[in-house]
Structure formats: structure tokens, C-alpha cells
């Protein structure tokens, strides 16, 4: 009895995944914890939260087949579509970005929903199109990928929309687009830089600056990355010890618990966490891209690759941020930062690989 | 399609994207690496600097501030000492709009328009970011509704601090002196003397007076303490701490009683005193009439106080027993004799006949006697008593200004005397040499009469001559005047007596001293000058009148004290010692504008001296003695 009700729950769960996810979000909820001071759980029980839903959340997805899910690529991707527009016309600005949609009962972001319906999109164009796929098909893909890009870019939500591309742009990439024309891209890219460059936000030509010499701005825009790196530096192979960091507990590395908790745990837990970390992730990624080579439908396979490295960009782009090599974007680390939107997309996407590996054998070629 | 092509077309497809999957595999093993690099890098390799870089944000070094010496009177009592109060203090890089706050504040503390202006003040002097005091102490009930209103003024906080303080607001206050905030000069000569670092967190520094001089000794160690703080600067506890070494105790030679009788022996006069001890130099009381209340310096003196001390005609802040330069007048007879004695132009015994006046001889312009007609057969001894100008006028003469410039140099004429605080002057012992080099003339004979009556180019401050009469008083020891006579270790308590710094002895003929000392006392009894102010003592006074000009008169002209408006009229000078036999107090008094030495200088020393002597704790209110003549 108890085994059947066990294995009704757990039939779509892959055990490698969520073993090695939930060891990242204990994770999380220990450095959640000596961030907001180590001495009150409002944060760590907020998080519980977060995860409880997100993981339900991920439940529902992996036990829906991946041609349902195919499916509902349309209308999500559209739905996520009107929000943005919406969002443009009626969002409301916080911190001078119009991120937000008020539906009277919530608040959402759709951009982050952006996150899995675009690649859910694409993977479903090319799907259909797997007969014969010309260039054509990639130029469809890339407007449909740059349409919600350039929304959010104009929110602006850098951080988010590098993300969204970098969904989208797997897939077309694992689709097979052909390496002349990413060369061509790449060229292509690099010459545009001082254009893209007059069309950035200060704050983030700031940030991007600040990347480069730090010490150009200690208090203001560089004022993050040097306390990040301190913390980071002075942690040393072994660490501090947990709640023993001094730029962590006396409040020397700001947004400590979100997007730089990265250098709260690595002051904390030395390199010898931070291997722990990257191996974690590691484990995830090659599984994920296990899934994602045994898939059955093009689909499958370019939906688990493309959701994989996304995951991957997350985690790269954020320690690459707090460790100071890449410019300061708005991207939290995943399965650690405190925040319940960016885990639910995240769980939402590890959901759909798990229904893609639990399903393989159902799914006829 | 057929379903060959299809198939193939499938395998190409998987072909494709597992080609891709390991590119994005390596792109993602790369991509780690160099972030596991990155974390080494800085973890591993520059681990040490980041740890430096950690500790420093961390770990601020405050100083302990050492509390200031206290400063004693030779009995105990209090002249200076640290007060503890409550201070609302303002930051104005935090503060926004000062003016607008101290508008609402002072609604809920009492803030003068004075305060404002003091503060006005202090940040124009003050170009750093501190924090300035707006008032000083706050009462209970003040701070508290400070504290219940603080969230209203960002910038503003309320600090206990102690403050200097001087209990006897203008007693003395020449004396001790005053401290106050440092300002860039302090802050220049500190650093020249090496000192920054332990004047760190230190506000106030010595400006004039006993603390001034003694800077050092008041002062203290600054110590140490190590702080963590957290990213907003608050101290969230302390890992470790050098206790500073609070500035030792003074012991002052001054006699408060004493100070305080002399003080108000002056009325409403301006002038000075300085009382000394002749065995030791211990000065026992020095006064500079009018004074002003040191207090008003330490936090910075507000500019309408400023102009009133600064714009007096009185000039209260002028240390007139240090830096008054006046004419001796006849104080210095009893030593222009002793110099005729030691070097034989007199005998005891020869005696003039004075007919008032004293002709030398090629000048038309007679000199007079201050008494018209003479004063009749004059010998030594009598020329003091009477104080004869004209015995003078020929001694002068024979004796010639730069034998007389050799012979008072010894006593402290001409030089700074060297007492333990700054600001004294030199005074003027003239010589030919002296008039060569000043002026580049030749000394005319001439020149020396007026000299040998303490008038002419001869200056002398009151402390010179107090001092100079102690050498009378000492036999012809050196005197130096000393205003600190111990100094109590704060830590052990221990107190260290500093030496006396009496000179050598000048050697006089035993005889001679005598005579002039003798004559001294005469000069108190009948007959002589200062008989009145002498009366009914219970201790044998010396004494010796004086009388400085401040305008000069025409030959002939008859001095009228009544007419001469008060600013123009003479000075009185007073030198003495007593008792006689065994001295133990030598003094000076100028009282300017006093008119004859005998009538009101002579009293003041006389309550002086009977405050010391007598015990006569009060001596009844001043009486000025109206004498006819003077001397």
C-alpha cells in the first residue's frame, strides 16, 4: 500500500536529479540562514516555502507527457507574449524598471515565464519541422525568439533577458544551425559591440565599466564586487566557518541572501564548498544532458538540452558575476538564492526533463 | 518521402544534435574550469590580500582619548579640572539644512542665539567633517527629549563628554590659561613635533597659561581600541583595547587665597601683581587686572564674547604681569644704590644738599626733583626714603648707563626671566650698544639720568621686578620664577616636586645689602614714602614706591593729577618684601593709571601681604589712601 502510494508519487521523478537538487537547496537554506544573521528563520522558513510550491510545482509538470506539454507550447508562449505587451503598456515600475503586471489578485512577471515558454516554442517549431530543416526555419525561430527578447530588454531586464536568449539560442543551436552562419553571428556580434554599446542603459554601461576597474567607483557601482571578491578571497580553502564570516554577518556584501549569497557561502565554506557547489552543478548539467541524448522525440531531446543549459547559464553567469568576472546582471544562483520566482521557473523546467526521461519509453518515434 | 529517407533523415537529426550536445558539454566543462580558476585564484592565491583587505573593512582602530590633567594650587584646590556633560553635537556633512534643524531643535533645547553664532564660527574655522558642538551641557530633561525626537534630526546627536573647567572663572585666569579646540596651527606644530598620532581623537589642546606650558604633562597617552564594525561604521563590539594613560596632575606654586585677595585688592583697577617666594621662585600669586572666564574658550568662543574681550580698551586678555612692559620708576632706586655701593661711588655717608633740581653740565634743561624745592641733605639711605630724584641724577651720571646695564642684567632686567609659561616679554635694560644697534646713535650722557630714576628707555615687566625684589629679598640669590612646583603621576599618584630653579648668588658686601634693605623698611616707617600703607602691620614690611609717566610733561610743568584725564595719568609702582628680617613673600603691583605708587599701590601689596602674613583672610573692602605728594 505504502509502496504503491510511493510509487505513484515518485514514478516521475528522476532520483539522480532531485537527490542531487535537493542537496543544492539544503544548501541554499544553510546560507540563507547565516545571511539574514543567524538568528532568525523568517528567511529560511520563507524559502521552505518557495520550495515546497516550486516543488510541487515540478511534480505537476513531470507527470504531464511531453506531448501534452508539446502542446501547450503554443498558447504559453502566446499568453507569455500578451503579458509582456501588457506589461509595456500597463506594468507597473519599481526601482525604474517596468517588470511587474498587476492582475489584481498577484503581481507576475512574465518575463520569467519567457524563460521555458520560449524554448518550449522553438524546440516544438523545429519539432515539426524535423523533416526537412532549411534556413529558413532557423530565421522563423530566431524572430520568435527575438520578439520576447526585445520586450524584456526594453522592461530592462538584462539579466532576464540574456537568459531568455540564451534558452531560445540553444535550441536553435542543438537544432543544428550550421557553424557558418553562428560564425557569421559571432563576427557579426563583435562588430556591433560600440552599437549595443550606445544602446545600453547607463546604469548598466556602469556596470560593465565597473566590471573592468572596480576601484573606478569603491562606493557606488564598484562598492558589490569589491566586498563580493574580499569575501570571496578571504575565505580562503576551508572557509570561514558557517556564521563566521565577517564581510557576510557585518553587512559588507549587500543583496547577501539573493544574488550575491554566492560570496556569502564561499566566505563561509572556503574553496572546498565551492567545489562542493560546482560539482553539484556539474552532476545536474550531465545528467540533464544525459536526459536530453536518450530523449525519444526532437522535442524531448531539444527541450532537455536546451532547459540544461539554461540551468548552466544561470549558475555560470552568477558565479561569474560575484566572482567579478562578468559584469553585475540581475541573475540569482539557482537552487541557493532566496526568491521563489526564479525557483519556480527553474523546478518547472527540471520538472518537463523529468517527464521527458520517465516518459521515453512510451513515446513512438 | 519514403520511409528510407526518413530514417536517414532521423539519424542525420540525432547525429546533429549529439554532435552539439558535446560541443555544449566541452563549452560547459570549460566554462566550470574557469570558474573553479577564478575561485582558486582568489581563494587560494591572493588569499592573503583579500584577508588583509577583510580584517580592514572590519577592524577599525579607535582611539582612546586620555583624560586631561587636573590642575591644584599649592593646597589642593581646584583650578582647572574635566567635567562630565552631556554635549548636542552636529555633523553637518549629515546633517542637510543646520539652520532649518536648529530652528525646530530649539523648540525642545534651549539653543542661544550665542550657540549659533558659535557654531557659525567654528565651522568657518573648521573645514573638516567632524562633529561640532552646538550646546554644551544639556540637562537631564533635555536629553531626554532629544532622545524622543532624534529621528527628526539626522546629524544631530547627543554625546557625553568631559569638558574642561574652571571652577574659578577669572581667578588667575592669566595664570592657568585655557585650552581649546585644535585648530590648523595646532594641528601643523603637532605633526612637526611627531605628536599626530597621539593627539588622535584628542579635541582640545592647551592654548595659553599653565596649560599651555604644560601641554605635555596634561595630556596624557592616547591609547588604543579595536573595533569591529560593520559595514554602516557602528561599532558592534570591541576585540581589543590599549587603555590610555590619563595626563598627570599639576601642583601650581599660586596660593588661591592669596591670588584671589590680590585680585580683589585691585578694586576696579587695571594693572598686575606677581608675589613670589624668594627661596624657592614659587610665584604665589599672579595678577593681570581685568581678567576674563577661561571657560568661554574650550568649546570655542563665541564671536560677540570674542569682540568684547578682544575690543576692550581694558584689554583683559593682555597678560600684563608677563608681557607689560612699563617704566620701573623709583622701585628701582634700591638697586641703582646697591650698584653705586659695589662699584664705590658712594660711600653711606656722603650726603647731598638737594635743591630740587640737578643741572649736567653743557644741557640747558635742568632735571627736577619730583618735589619742588628738594628734599634737603640727602645721603644714601635717605635718597630712598624720599626717594630723592636729584641724589639719583649725579649718581647716574658718575655711574654711566652701561655700568648700570651690567649691573641689573643679573637681576632679570633686560630678559625674559624665564618662568615655566609662554608669552613673557624682555623688557628694556638700555645700553650704549643697545641704542647703537636700535637706533644707530650714540648714547648721549643725557640719556642715563632719566635712566637712573627707572624712567627713559628702562622697561620692566611686574614679573621682573617681583622677581628682581626677591633678589633683594634673597641676599643676591637668582630667582627664577616658577609657576608649577609639582607634578602627580596619574597612575601612581606619586608626586614628583620639580627643582627649584634659583640661580647663583651675586656677590654683595653683606653691609651694603643691608643698608639698602634697611632702607627699605624706613621707606615704610614715618617719614618715608609708603608710611601710611605700613600702618599697624604686625610683621616688618620693605617696600620701595614708584611712579611711571605715561605722558611726558614739559619742562616745568607742574604734574596736577586732578587734571590729567584717567587714562593719561601716571602709574603707580610698588615693589616689597616682607617680613624684613626673614622674607618670605617679595612682590610687585602696577596698578596703571594709579597715579602715585604710595597711595595705590603700596595698599594693594599691604592686603597682600597681610593676607599671607597675618592671616587676615579678609581685610576689609579696599579703601584707596589719599596721600599728598607721593613719591
Redo the contacts between chains.
Keep these: 500500500m505504502i509502496n504503491r502510494a510511493f510509487h505513484l508519487v515518485a514514478r516521475r521523478i528522476d532520483a539522480p536529479l532531485m537527490v542531487t537538487i535537493a542537496l543544492a537547496a539544503c544548501l541554499g537554506l544553510l546560507v540563507i540562514y547565516s545571511a539574514s544573521g543567524g538568528h532568525s528563520f523568517d528567511r529560511v522558513l520563507g524559502q521552505v516555502r518557495n520550495l515546497g510550491i516550486a516543488l510541487a510545482a515540478l511534480w505537476v509538470v513531470a507527470n504531464i507527457p511531453p506531448q501534452a506539454i508539446m502542446r501547450l507550447a503554443i498558447p504559453v508562449y502566446v499568453g507569455g507574449l500578451l503579458l509582456l505587451i501588457g506589461v509595456a503598456l500597463f506594468g507597473e515600475i519599481r526601482n525604474g524598471a517596468r517588470r511587474w503586471l498587476n492582475l489584481g489578485f498577484t503581481t507576475i512577471q512574465p518575463s520569467e515565464i519567457m524563460k521555458i515558454a520560449a524554448p518550449l516554442m522553438l524546440a516544438w517549431y523545429f519539432h515539426i519541422h524535423?523533416?526537412?530543416?532549411r534556413f529558413r526555419h532557423f530565421a522563423v525561430a530566431a524572430v520568435l525568439l527575438a520578439i520576447p527578447v526585445g520586450l524584456i530588454v526594453r522592461q530592462p531586464d538584462l539579466g532576464t533577458a540574456i537568459l531568455v536568449f540564451a534558452s531560445g539560442f540553444?535550441v536553435i543551436?542543438?537544432?543544428?544551425l550550421s557553424w557558418k552562419v553562428i560564425g557569421a553571428l559571432a563576427v557579426g556580434g563583435a562588430a556591433s559591440l560600440p552599437l549595443v554599446w550606445g544602446l545600453l542603459h547607463d546604469y548598466q554601461r556602469r556596470r560593465v565599466l565597473t566590471l573592468l576597474d572596480p576601484q573606478q567607483d569603491p562606493l557606488g557601482a564598484g562598492y558589490h564586487i569589491i566586498?563580493s571578491?574580499?569575501?570571496?578571497?578571504?575565505?580562503?580553502?576551508l572557509g570561514k566557518g558557517w556564521l563566521e564570516g565577517?564581510?557576510s554577518q557585518?553587512?559588507?556584501i549587500p543583496e547577501r541572501s539573493t544574488d550575491f549569497i554566492l560570496a556569502v557561502f564561499?566566505e563561509e565554506f572556503?574553496?572546498v564548498g565551492?567545489?562542493l557547489l560546482?560539482t553539484l552543478?556539474?552532476t545536474i548539467?550531465?545528467r540533464g544532458?544525459y536526459i536530453?541524448?536518450k530523449a525519444s522525440t526532437?522535442f524531448g531531446?531539444?527541450t532537455a538540452?536546451a532547459l540544461t543549459?539554461t540551468f548552466?547559464t544561470y549558475a555560470?553567469v552568477n558565479?561569474?558575476m560575484v566572482?567579478?568576472?562578468l559584469p553585475v546582471v540581475g541573475v540569482p544562483l539557482p537552487l541557493m538564492s532566496y526568491g521563489g520566482t526564479a525557483l519556480l521557473s527553474i523546478m518547472m523546467g527540471f520538472g518537463i526533463l523529468m517527464s521527458i526521461w520517465t516518459h521515453r519509453h512510451l513515446v513512438s518515434? | 518521402m519514403s520511409i528510407g529517407q526518413s530514417l536517414r533523415d532521423q539519424r542525420r537529426e540525432l547525429a546533429t544534435f549529439e554532435s552539439r550536445l558535446a560541443v555544449a558539454g566541452l563549452v560547459i566543462l570549460a566554462a566550470f574550469a574557469l570558474l573553479v580558476a577564478r575561485f582558486v585564484w582568489l581563494q587560494v592565491i591572493q588569499k592573503s590580500h583579500y584577508h588583509t583587505l577583510a580584517e580592514a573593512n572590519r577592524i577599525s582602530i579607535v582611539p582612546a582619548v586620555p583624560n586631561r590633567g587636573v590642575i591644584l594650587d599649592r593646597h589642593g584646590e581646584v583650578l582647572a579640572s574635566n567635567e562630565s556633560a552631556y554635549t548636542l553635537e552636529v555633523t553637518p556633512a549629515e546633517a542637510g539644512n543646520v539652520e532649518r534643524s536648529l530652528e525646530e531643535l530649539s523648540q525642545i533645547i534651549d539653543i542661544t542665539p550665542r550657540d549659533r553664532r558659535r557654531l557659525k564660527r567654528l565651522q568657518e574655522e573648521t573645514r573638516n567633517l567632524g562633529s561640532l558642538p552646538v550646546r554644551t551641557r544639556l540637562s537631564e530633561v533635555e536629553v531626554a527629549r532629544f532622545a524622543a525626537n532624534r529621528y527628526r534630526f539626522p546629524g544631530f546627536d547627543v554625546k557625553a563628554r568631559l569638558f574642561r573647567s574652571y571652577p574659578q572663572g577669572e581667578v588667575a585666569s592669566h595664570a592657568v590659561g585655557y585650552i581649546g579646540r585644535i585648530n590648523e596651527a595646532d594641528l601643523k606644530r603637532i605633526e612637526a613635533e611627531g605628536q599626530a598620532a597621539d593627539y588622535k581623537g584628542t579635541l582640545h589642546i592647551g592654548k595659553l597659561g599653565i596649560e599651555g606650558a604644560y601641554e605635555q604633562d596634561l595630556h596624557g597617552t592616547t591609547g588604543s581600541e579595536r573595533v569591529e564594525t560593520d559595514a554602516g561604521g557602528r561599532a558592534i563590539r570591541s576585540l581589543s583595547r590599549e587603555a590610555p594613560q590619563p595626563g598627570n596632575d599639576l601642583i601650581v606654586t599660586l596660593d588661591l587665597g592669596l591670588q584671589r585677595a590680590a585680585e580683589e585688592a585691585f578694586g576696579e583697577y587695571r594693572g598686575a601683581l606677581v608675589a613670589i617666594e624668594p627661596k624657592t621662585g614659587d610665584v604665589l600669586a599672579l595678577v593681570s587686572k581685568p581678567g576674563f572666564d577661561p571657560n568661554l574658550f574650550v568649546d570655542g568662543i563665541d564671536p560677540q564674547s570674542w569682540d568684547q574681550l578682544n575690543n576692550s580698551p581694558d584689554k583683559p586678555l593682555n597678560n600684563r604681569a608677563l608681557r607689560g612692559q612699563y617704566p620701573p620708576g623709583s622701585t628701582i632706586k634700591p638697586f641703582v644704590a646697591l650698584a653705586a655701593l659695589s662699584a664705590g661711588k658712594r660711600t653711606p655717608e656722603f650726603t647731598i644738599a638737594d635743591p630740587g633740581v640737578w643741572s649736567l653740565p653743557g644741557v640747558e634743561r635742568p632735571f627736577r626733583d619730583w618735589k619742588q624745592g628738594g628734599h634737603g641733605m640727602v645721603n644714601l639711605q635717605r635718597s630712598i626714603v624720599v626717594s630723592c630724584d636729584t641724589y639719583y641724577y649725579g649718581l647716574a651720571n658718575e655711574l654711566g648707563v652701561d655700568a648700570i646695564h651690567r649691573f641689573m642684567t643679573p637681576f632679570g632686567f633686560g630678559a625674559q626671566t624665564g618662568i615655566d609659561i609662554d608669552g613673557e616679554l624682555p623688557g628694556l635694560q638700555p645700553s650704549s650698544e643697545w641704542k647703537w644697534r636700535r637706533f644707530k646713535q650714540r648714547w648721549y650722557a643725557g640719556d642715563t639720568i632719566s635712566v637712573g630714576i627707572g624712567q627713559g628707555y628702562w622697561l620692566a615687566t611686574p614679573l621682573q621686578l617681583a622677581a628682581a625684589t626677591a633678589v633683594l629679598a634673597n641676599d643676591g640669590r637668582v630667582v627664577k620664577p616658577r609657576l608649577v612646583r609639582a607634578v602627580r603621576d596619574s597612575r601612581t599618584r606619586e608626586i614628583r616636586e620639580l627643582p627649584v630653579r634659583n640661580g647663583p648668588t651675586l656677590a654683595f658686601r653683606p653691609e651694603h645689602l643691608a643698608l639698602v634693605k634697611a632702607a627699605m623698611v624706613d621707606v615704610m616707617r614715618p617719614g618715608g614714602t609708603a608710611a601710611r600703607a605700613a600702618e599697624g602691620a604686625a610683621y616688618q614690611m620693605a617696600g620701595k614706591t614708584g611712579t611711571a609717566q605715561v605722558i611726558g610733561m614739559k619742562a616745568g610743568e607742574k604734574y596736577d593729577e586732578k587734571r590729567v584725564k584717567e587714562r593719561h595719568r601716571d602709574h603707580a609702582l610698588f615693589i616689597a618684601f616682607a617680613p624684613a628680617e626673614n622674607p618670605k613673600i617679595a612682590l610687585a603691583v602696577l596698578a596703571e593709571n594709579g597715579g602715585g605708587g604710595s597711595g595705590t599701590a603700596a595698599p594693594i601689596a599691604r592686603r597682600v601681604l597681610d593676607y599671607y602674613l597675618a592671616g587676615r583672610r579678609n581685610a576689609g573692602a579696599f579703601v584707596e589712601i589719599a596721600e599728598p605728594g607721593g613719591d
Design positions: 524535423r523533416e526537412a530543416l540553444f543551436f542543438l537544432a543544428g566586498q571578491t574580499i569575501a570571496i578571497g578571504s575565505g580562503g580553502i565577517t564581510q557585518l553587512d559588507f564561499a572556503g574553496l565551492v567545489l560546482v552543478y556539474l548539467v550531465s544532458l536530453a541524448a526532437p531531446r531539444l538540452g543549459l548552466f555560470f558565479m561569474g566572482s567579478g568576472i518515434s
